[in-house]
C-alpha cells in the first residue's frame, strides 16, 4: 500500500487493476514525473502518504484518490526536478546493470556447480574415474550435545544463505533459553534440519569454531580427508534433493524427517581428494566474486538513500538558483 512506480515507456495491452492509479502530470504543472516517483515514495513523504489510508485492516486498506490529491509537499523548480531525478536515475541504472550481472554470475555459478559436482566437466590434470560412495563412508555423525550449557551460538540453516545465526534470521529469539540439549556443530561441519533437507537445507558450517544448533538438526564431519566443502555443495543439487525426498517419502519416520539411519546410506559419487578440494577452489572463487559484487551493490543501494535523504529534503540543492 501507498507504493509508487514510474512508467519508462508506452506499452500497448497494458491495463492497470481497479487497485491501482495512474497520475499524469498537468501540462501547466511543470512536474517532472520522475522526480515525483522519487518524491513520493521515500522517507517522510512516502510515511505520511501511507497514513492516508482508510480502512479497518491491512488486507482491506485503501488510500482514497481525493485524499491524494489534496497532499501538500515541498517541491523544488522544474529544472532542480530535472536535475534531481536525472542524478537518481544514473545510481538506479548503476544498481540494475549490477543485479543483472550478479543474476548473471549466479546463473554461471549454477551451471558450474551442476557440470562440476557431477564429473561432467573435469578440471585439467584430473582424469581419475569418480568412485561410488555412501555417505558413511565419507562422513560420519556427530553425536556431541552442548551438556553443560555453554552459551554458543545458535545458528540456524537456510535453503539460500547455508548456516546463520539464528536471532538474525528470525529477528527475534525462537530456540530454548537452555541450551544443554542442544547439539554442538563445528567448524566444518555439515548439518540440517531433520525435517526440511528436501527443500535443500543443508549447509557447511563456516562461522564458528564451535556453535550449537537445534536437537532436530544431524550432524556430520568429514572422514577419510574428505572435503565438507565439495560434498555440501553436492548435496545441494536438484538430484540430491530429489533423492532425499524420495528416501523421506520411504521412510518408516512417519514424522516427515530424514534421520541420519537413512541417510547415511544414500550414494554419492566422489573423486579424489585432491580434485575435490581443486573443484571446492574454483566454486569458492566464483563465490567470493559474487560476494564482492554483492557489497558493491549495497554500497550503490546506501550511496542511493543518502543522495535521496540530501536531494528530496532539499538539504542539498543542485541548481545554482536552489544552492544555498
Not at 97 to 104: D, V
Not at 250 to 260: F, M, Q
Not at 295 to 316: D, F, P, V, W
Request: overall charge neutral; proline content about 3%.
Amino acid at each position: 500500500m501507498g507504493a509508487v512506480g514510474y512508467v519508462e515507456t508506452d506499452e500497448p495491452g497494458v491495463f492497470l487493476p481497479d487497485r491501482l492509479w495512474l497520475a499524469r502530470g498537468r501540462r501547466t504543472a511543470s512536474m517532472d514525473m520522475r522526480w515525483l516517483n522519487y518524491a513520493l515514495g521515500f522517507g517522510d513523504v512516502a510515511t505520511s502518504v501511507r497514513e492516508l489510508a482508510t480502512g479497518t485492516s491491512n488486507s482491506m486498506k485503501n488510500i482514497p484518490k481525493a485524499r491524494l490529491l489534496e497532499f501538500s509537499l515541498l517541491v523544488p523548480s522544474p529544472e532542480e526536478q530535472r536535475a534531481i531525478s536525472s542524478v537518481l536515475v544514473d545510481v538506479d541504472g548503476l544498481i540494475a546493470s549490477l543485479e543483472r550481472l550478479i543474476a548473471k554470475k549466479k546463473e554461471i555459478n549454477q551451471g558450474l556447480m551442476q557440470t562440476m559436482l557431477t564429473g561432467a566437466t573435469r578440471l585439467a590434470g584430473f582424469g581419475t574415474p569418480w568412485s561410488v560412495r555412501r555417505i558413511h563412508e565419507v562422513l560420519a555423525p556427530r553425536s556431541e550435545l552442548n551438556v553443560s550449557g555453554e552459551s554458543l551460538e545458535v545458528l540456524s540453516c537456510t535453503k539460500h544463505e547455508g548456516f546463520v545465526r539464528s536471532l538474525d534470521y528470525f529477528k527475534n529469539q525462537v530456540f530454548s533459553r537452555d541450551l544443554s540439549s542442544y547439539r554442538v556443530i563445528r567448524r566444518g561441519d555439515i548439518g540440517y534440519p531433520a525435517n526440511h533437507i528436501e527443500e535443500g537445507s543443508i549447509g557447511v558450517q563456516e562461522i564458528y569454531d564451535r556453535a550449537v544448533v537445534s536437537p532436530i538438526y544431524v550432524v556430520m564431519y568429514p572422514i577419510g580427508g574428505n572435503d565438507s566443502f565439495f560434498l555440501q555443495r553436492q548435496m545441494k543439487l536438484e538430484s540430491f534433493r530429489q533423492k532425499f525426498a524420495r528416501v523421506m517419502n520411504a521412510s518408516v519416520d512417519r514424522r516427515g524427517s530424514l534421520r541420519w539411519k537413512e541417510f547415511s546410506q544414500i550414494e554419492v559419487q566422489v573423486p579424489d581428494l585432491d580434485e575435490q578440494y581443486a573443484i571446492s577452489r574454483v566454486l569458492r572463487d566464483a563465490d567470493n566474486e559474487i560476494a564482492a559484487l554483492e557489497r558493491r551493490l549495497a554500497s550503490a543501494r546506501a550511496i542511493k538513500h543518502g543522495m535521496m535523504q540530501e536531494l528530496l529534503t532539499g538539504r542539498t540543492r543542485l541548481t545554482e538558483e536552489g544552492a544555498t
